[in-house]
């Protein structure tokens, strides 16, 4: 099970850090990925980390802005948010597959609740 929380307004520019708690004694052997899906828009990728955290994957959208980590100790994953923009409004979903990361969401078989990023300009 994941437990997604952190999300909120912020304005223009500003930061948010987006957690990701799941349950379970194997966490460490999941990679993890986060997506986003906005108002009247697909689901889309935002970036993903390897079961070590040594491999990461972002979306070219949000490059150099978010990064993502975790800690596997806390059985956790994050999403620090930094320089954001009026469209990463969205509500933001933690996802977890077994094996190897990916960015399509429908290779992820377990997903968070989801929790509402909205940036105002």
């Known amino acids: 099970q994941l437990q997604a929380s952190g999300g909120g307004l912020v304005q223009t520019g500003g930061s948010l850090r987006l957690s990701c708690a799941a349950s379970?004694?194997?966490?460490?052997?999941?990679?993890m990925g986060w997506f986003r899906r906005a108002p009247g828009k697909e689901r889309e990728f935002v970036a993903a980390?390897?079961?070590?955290?040594?491999?990461?994957n972002y979306a070219d959208s949000v490059l150099g802005r978010f990064t993502i980590s975790r800690d596997n100790a806390k059985k956790t994953v994050y999403l620090q948010m930094n320089s954001l923009r009026p469209e990463d409004t969205a509500v933001y979903y933690c996802?977890?597959?077994?094996?190897?990361?990916?960015?399509?969401?429908?290779?992820?078989?377990?997903w968070g609740q989801g929790t509402l990023v909205t940036v105002s300009s």
């Open positions: 980390i390897s079961q070590s955290g040594g491999s990461t």
């Open positions: 379970g004694r194997t966490f460490s052997t999941y990679g």
């Open positions: 996802a977890a597959k077994r094996g190897a990361i990916f960015t399509e969401g429908d290779l992820y078989g377990y």
